[in-house]
């Protein structure tokens, strides 16, 4: 199947103007619906580098080859389209998972082969993470909320909350629950990781965007009716400046 980017130009902004409206890519503007700020307090939340996000990932037996973390969404790969099942074909395996502006411009994930490519992207695109604040950034967070993550799809159920700086290398009885995610919009990205203590698979989030279904996101087995999805699959959450 062949897949076009599609430039949605100015639409973009006007959407994350009304913030109403949810990209074919799965992704929206954080709504405007303010919660109530909301640790979570079973496990302590610890401050975070950076090279906590671009440490290699090791294989694991959560990754074997049943278990490719292969989208329905068309994958933006050096500079090339694929879809799921082209993915799968060539074998791809892609650690890291973008969904950001860009992303929601042409419609598209963003994957990366390794965390050297990810971070020419990123630099590229003036959105390096840091895990210090910037003095305009600190400022801004007295008026805008942290990064959310919610129980349930569209931002229902039970929710914690995570500042900038900060992570959650276990989740202790949310372990495997987050279902939806609303991104920092005082910091630069959101990060789930697939397993606990910040291992496995990333996917991240940019600033000031949001998933309401993590089921959106895929992973593929051989057998169709066994794929599993990033809904209900996060172990350690990471925020960032």
């Known amino acids: 199947m062949t897949f076009k980017k599609k430039l949605l130009g100015t639409l973009v902004l006007a959407i994350s103007l009304a913030g109403s409206q949810t990209l074919a890519s799965g992704l929206e503007p954080v709504p405007e619906k303010e919660f109530e700020e909301l640790p979570l307090e079973e496990v302590e939340a610890q ?4 090279d906590l996000a671009f440490q290699r990932v090791e294989p694991s037996k959560e990754q074997s080859k049943e278990e490719e973390f292969l989208p329905d969404l068309p994958v ?3 500079g090339k389209l694929y879809s799921a099942e082209e993915l799968e074909k060539a074998g791809v395996q892609l650690p890291h998972y973008v969904l950001d502006s860009n992303a929601a411009e042409q419609d598209v994930l963003l994957g ?5 490519s990810l971070k ?3 630099e590229k695109t ?3 993470p840091s895990a210090e604040p910037q003095e305009r950034s600190a400022l801004l967070c007295w008026f805008r909320p942290p990064a959310y993550f919610y129980d349930g799809t569209y931002y229902t159920g039970s929710y914690f909350s995570l500042r900038p700086g900060f992570g959650h290398a276990n989740l202790g009885s949310w372990d495997n629950r987050i279902s939806s995610i609303r991104g920092t919009r005082c910091g630069s990205w959101t990060l789930l990781t697939e397993l606990p203590n910040y291992q496995g698979r990333r996917l991240w989030l940019g600033a000031s965007w949001a998933v309401p279904n993590l089921s959106a996101y895929r992973m593929y087995p051989y057998f169709w009716l066994f794929r599993q999805t990033w809904n209900n699959r996060a172990s350690s959450v990471m925020v960032f400046w």
């Open 112 to 116: 990366f082969r390794d965390a050297e």
């Open 47 to 50: 401050p975070v580098s950076v």
């Open 120 to 122: 020419v992207y990123l």
């Open 76 to 78: 933006l790969l050096d």
């Open 126 to 128: 003036g959105q390096m």
